[in-house]
């Protein structure tokens, strides 16, 4: 099977070089599978798991928004944070979403419930991807 390169960066460097048969990731305008050599494209993604496909294994990131940008040979996921499902802290991950819960309930203002609400889907995410493993 051919495989297309898969690049995932975020501020704080790569997190991940690989290459990958199928990419499906969930952009803003519904979610996509991309094989090489995929026409080229910019979208803006979801928070939520991107997947990285080889034959019968798939490997599964948490990706907290950004933007894919494909190209026929190659796919570059860039965003602000983005754990492999191997690295990620389960337990930090209950407490975020504990705490965004929390926040929820006080109903603050609405940038705070905004935030909490960013916060909660960010930590379920986490849990999703790594119960995915
Ligand atoms: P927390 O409240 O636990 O810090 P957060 O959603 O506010 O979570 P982010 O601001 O999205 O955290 O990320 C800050 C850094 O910490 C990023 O590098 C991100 O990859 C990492 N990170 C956050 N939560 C986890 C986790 N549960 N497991 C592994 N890395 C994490």
Same mark, same amino acid.
């Given at each position: 099977?051919? +495989?297309?390169?898969?690049?995932? =960066? ?5 997190? !991940?070089?690989?290459?990958?048969? &199928? ?8 979610? @996509? ?5 995929? @026409?080229?494209? =910019? ?7 991107? *997947? %990285?496909?080889?034959?019968? !294994? ?17 796919? +570059?996921? %860039?965003?602000?944070?983005? $754990?492999? #499902? #191997?690295? @990620?802290? @389960? ?10 819960? $929390? ?7 609405? %940038?705070?419930?905004? %935030? ?5 889907? *960010? #930590? ?7 119960? &995915?493993?």
């Amino acid at each position: 099977m051919k +495989t297309i390169k898969v690049n995932i =960066v975020t501020p704080d460097g790569p997190v !991940s070089e690989t290459e990958a048969e &199928m990419v499906i990731a969930a952009t803003e305008f519904g979610e @996509i599978g991309v094989l090489p050599g995929h @026409i080229a494209m =910019v979208a803006p993604l979801q928070i939520g798991a991107l *997947r %990285l496909k080889n034959g019968n !294994s798939t490997v599964n990131v948490a990706v907290h928004g950004g933007f894919i940008e494909v190209r026929p040979d190659v796919v +570059t996921i %860039l965003a602000q944070s983005a $754990e492999l #499902a #191997a690295n @990620i802290d @389960i337990d930090r991950a209950k407490l975020a979403a504990k705490r965004a819960e $929390e926040a929820l309930k006080e109903k603050k203002d609405d %940038l705070d419930m905004q %935030l909490a609400e960013l916060n909660l889907r *960010r #930590a379920i995410t986490r849990i999703k991807v790594y119960e &995915m493993r």
